[in-house]
């Protein structure tokens, strides 16, 4: 079949009625399913455990989304052992044909593209932009990776010589555990899990406890267009045994994991302990979070950039490992910026992540909220200076305002440690130069940007500011397929690199033949 050439999902535009009227329709939809019970799927055989996971609705705390099941040690092992079972077939699937399940669910998504967004609004709180923006990225993932794997099996280029027919296969690795984020819960998971199959491999896939539903929905989706039982085996339940089981398995080839750092160097650490009966090192796909830092230069537009920095520090309350956490400003512009961050940020509307009216929903539970109340006040502990927001919001669900702390010092540990809430640090700088070396001062690397008119210091930026996504005058969030592959570096992960041509490298081997000819 012919393949058109690869475009980004457009988003929604909300100010048109009829946009607003299938939103709200796919909101009744997800809220008439509420309380629903979902099955744990192994090979393709739905299992129902004693214990169950429920899901709640931030944005209203009594609120139950879905009842999942809490699988243990066991049926880990179960998961692993369907899925290796699975991999001996589909890992011969013709790749073309793998990819054509990608591009009918990317189609079939695209229908429903409005109940995949409504049940994040309600499952993790994201307000209806940022949803869409999430569904927008799933539908792209599937995609773009679907072009990708009929790229890699098509002839790849190699040095011809004489008397040898040579060539290079890119071939499926074997089973996969894929541990998706909450904050993304539809596009990274959507990512992480595609790929992987796409690319021939088999993956037992277990999204976060805080966003089963969403996790469910792409699962069904993916069944519903015919994938073979046991490509994906769908499980549900705490972290750390299960999750410890799938990871540590001797048939488990691979982890692909998004999420903290602390999560993410446990995984890695386990995974790199060799099993009796493994017959291989495991690869490890990180992603784990980030410090990220926008630099204000004097020779800029103040207004624009404060506008930029609110977007990137308070979009879905802060819950992105893009988010910008610190603003670093030099100081003969400081004061009068610190007054525009403050104007915009009092503006801001906070409550229920399903009334449009609203740009800031809730964080995403108990524990985040008071997580970041925390480092609020071991930001005022330190010196820091709270001149907006740094207490909860009016309402029943995880509502904080958004915060923003002045006079941090580069080395606070509001300044350091990943919040993952909306709490933006500002930093002042002697000048550019010395906002580029504050810049870098975190163990992170993920995404970073400058505001400045002056060509020199961009460029000296672009080749010191390291991180793995870089921005110049403009929000350092909002990655898009294709556009800005995605991925950083130091603790901020292993560089994958999502949503660009090396990522399915990740979940494939080369393999190089050579035949004498005669």
Avoid at 369 to 380: D, F, M, N, S
Avoid at 419 to 424: K, N
Wanted: net charge neutral; proline share 5%.
């Amino acid at each position: 079949m012919a393949i058109s050439q690869f475009k980004n999902e457009p988003l929604t535009d909300f100010s048109k009625p009829v946009n607003r009227k299938a939103m709200e329709k796919a909101l009744a939809k997800v809220r008439s399913e509420f309380e629903k019970e979902y099955p744990i799927v192994i090979g393709g055989e739905e299992i129902r455990t004693v214990d169950k996971l429920n899901s709640h609705n931030p944005s209203r705390v009594g609120e139950i989304i879905g009842v999942f099941q809490k699988a243990d040690t066991d049926i880990a092992v179960r998961a692993i052992e369907a899925a290796e079972k699975t991999f001996a077939e589909w890992k011969n699937i013709d790749p073309k044909k793998r990819a054509e399940y990608l591009f009918k669910a990317a189609a079939l998504m695209r229908k429903r593209k409005h109940e995949f967004s409504a049940t994040m609004i309600y499952e993790v709180g994201k307000t209806w932009p940022e949803a869409d923006a999430d569904t927008a990225e799933a539908i792209d993932f599937l995609e773009f990776y679907a072009r990708e794997m009929v790229r890699l099996s098509g002839p790849q280029p190699v040095t011809k010589i004489p008397a040898e027919k040579s060539e290079l296969w890119y071939i499926p690795l074997g089973v996969g555990v894929v541990v998706p984020p909450w904050n993304f819960a539809l596009a990274i998971l959507t990512g992480m899990s595609s790929a992987a199959v796409v690319s021939g491999n088999t993956i037992v896939l277990k999204p976060s406890s805080d966003s089963p539903l969403t996790g469910w929905k792409y699962f069904s989706l993916m069944r519903e267009v015919g994938l073979p039982d046991g490509v994906i085996n769908f499980i549900t339940g705490p972290g750390g045994s299960v999750g410890d089981t799938l990871v540590a398995h001797p048939k488990t080839r691979f982890v692909s994991f998004t999420g903290s750092k602390e999560v993410g160097i446990h995984i890695n650490e386990l995974a790199a302990k060799v099993q009796p009966g493994q017959r291989w090192l495991k690869r490890v796909v990180a992603e784990m979070g980030g410090k990220d830092s926008i630099v204000i230069d004097d020779q800029t537009d103040l207004e624009t950039a404060a506008q930029a920095t609110v977007v990137s520090a308070f979009g879905f309350q802060g819950q992105k490992c893009s988010a910008a956490s610190r603003v670093i400003v030099v100081e003969s512009v400081y004061d009068k910026f610190i007054d525009l961050l403050r104007e915009k940020a009092d503006k801001i509307k906070v409550g229920s992540a399903d009334d449009p009216g609203n740009y800031m929903g809730p964080v995403v539970n108990k524990g985040a909220e008071e997580k970041i109340l925390r480092y609020v006040q071991k930001g005022i502990e330190e010196g820091g200076r709270v001149i907006s927001g740094g207490a909860k919001a009016d309402g029943d669900g995880y509502f904080l305002r958004p915060t923003i702390i002045a006079d941090v010092e580069p080395n606070a540990t509001i300044a350091q440690e990943e919040i993952f809430g909306p709490v933006l640090a500002v930093i002042k700088a002697k000048d550019f130069d010395d906002a580029l070396t504050i810049a870098n001062n975190t163990e992170y690397g993920l995404t970073g940007g400058v505001w400045t008119k002056n060509r020199k210091k961009i460029e000296k930026a672009k080749k010191i500011f390291h991180v793995g996504n870089f921005y110049v005058n403009r929000k350092i969030t909002g990655a898009l397929v294709g556009v800005h592959p995605f991925g950083g570096f130091n603790m901020s992960g292993t560089d994958s690199k999502a949503g660009g041509r090396d990522y399915l490298l990740l979940f494939t081997q080369a393999k190089s033949l050579s035949e004498k000819i005669k």
